[in-house]
């Protein structure tokens, strides 16, 4: 055990592909051996060899958490066999800070929806409604602010192929600029009072809210569960976390995540990366 930690002690080489290729982003795209991301306002860019970030705006950004206290949490999450396993496979897959509002319309936009449509959503969005630059010789269309979103006309929305979450995107950015939802605050209240805010916005359920909240509100026991988890659960902890069903009503959910919490410790977000990278590529799906 104590090897084993040591070595993940050494996680400050990441692996790109693992971390970008996860679900936790979509508008990302490898040219050669770089990887280009939009993040909000800004373009970043970061290559396979040197693990160096750089970005449109020259602002130094911690997005692949290199802050975060690797030893305690890899320590944590290893405690569960399974996660161990998983971690061993990937080894080098990290957890990405992103930018809230850009999390917050994509993960929005996720419902009902696979990778290769919500990446292909966004760059409508971006391309409709971003500003174009150009950074290292490529164009690029920066993720659109908030404002421009709320105002936006529900047809030019969905020309972007948001369909039914036309509504839902307007309203979530119109919460923005209402200030029903700070960005700033929620990261520094708990998880529970992040949540209830999150909930009151139309079109975020429970799963949508736990991507938001662990992507980029900091709050790392958020456990989202859609099908894929569900699977994982059913899979490999059936006797720990019993369902009869292999789907969770919103009223079960929060007790659910409430024995995962308890199971996989206050790293649990850790812990659900892993394991739905794992399971996605066990059943070879598609990433970016």
Known sequence: MKQFLYKMNKFSKINLDYSINSGQVFLWEKYGNIWYGINGSDVVSITDSSNQLRTFSKKSMDIFRNGDNSREIFQSITRDKVVKSAVKRFNGLRLLRQDPFQCYISFITSSNSNIQ?????????????????????????LFPEPNILAKAQESDLLKCGLGYRT???????????SGRIDFDYLKKTNYQSTKE????IFGVGNKIADCIMLFSLEKLEAFPLDRWMIRVL?????????????TITEKTYQSLHNEIVDH???YAGYSQQFLFKMERDLNEKKWL
């Not at 959503?121 to 269309?141: A, H, P, Q």
């Not at 509504?167 to 600029?177: D, N, T």
Request: charged share 35%; hydrophobic share 40%.
């Open 117 to 141: 449509k919500i990446r292909l959503v966004l760059r409508n969005l971006c391309k409709k409604f971003g500003t174009k630059i150009r950074y290292e010789e490529r164009d690029f269309f």
């Open 264 to 266: 996989f410790g206050p």
């Open 197 to 200: 805010s999150l909930l009151k």
């Open 167 to 177: 509504k839902a995107v307007k309203e979530a950015a119109s919460a923005v600029i």
């Open 234 to 246: 059913q899979k490999y902890y059936s006797d720990k976390f019993p369902m009869a069903n292999k």
